[in-house]
């Protein structure tokens, strides 16, 4: 199976082509990537170009669903969803977070570590990961954090990455979610799901506030 993996949800975007096949290891066919750009038909192109395939030889696609950039993880849901639409494919959506923990075994960043994104708000989001050789275990699910949580975490000595992180953590490292990572979790998932059923990771209440009605001009 080629999978195409779109992981927009940092300030380097990237997509890649990867072939799945029983009993073989996932291999990245193709991959493009860019800091802050917004070409995300630009990068799916290049990425086929490299795999000297074509958009008809996908078969499925995964999204990286943050969190993150609430506007990049969008755009890659509404590519995901315009190509089932056009072409019928299967569509799987996996955290993030999830990327940056195989990219740390990838590293031999072993040990416990903790992954943080930033929410915002002097917000952090973050999970703990238990990292070793070709592995990564979530010993403690997402969440919000204070600002002043990641700072005495950061103080006591704690192995801390994620994207764009040491702008905000300087003893932090920063390590970003990657597209040919995110295919190769996919790789043998089966939890496919429908265009519409793509959502950001978004661990906030959204709230909303009523507009009041209309004022009646003399």
Partial sequence: MKILALEFSSEERSAALVQCAAGLPPVALGRAAETSGHRAIGLVSDALLQAHCEREDVEAIVVGLGPGS???IRGAIALAQGWQ???GVRLLGLSSVSSVAARAADEKIFGPVLIVVDAQRNEFY??????GPGQARETQALRLAPFSEIEQLARSGATIIGPDLTRLIPQGRDLYPDAAVLGRLACGQTAFVPGEKLEPIYLRQTAFKKAPPARALP
Avoid: D, Q, V
Wanted: aromatic share 16%; hydrophobic share 35%; no cysteine.
């Fill in 126 to 131: 973050l999970a703990r990961y238990e990292i």
């Fill in 70 to 72: 609430y506007t990049g």
């Fill in 85 to 87: 639409l056009g072409r």
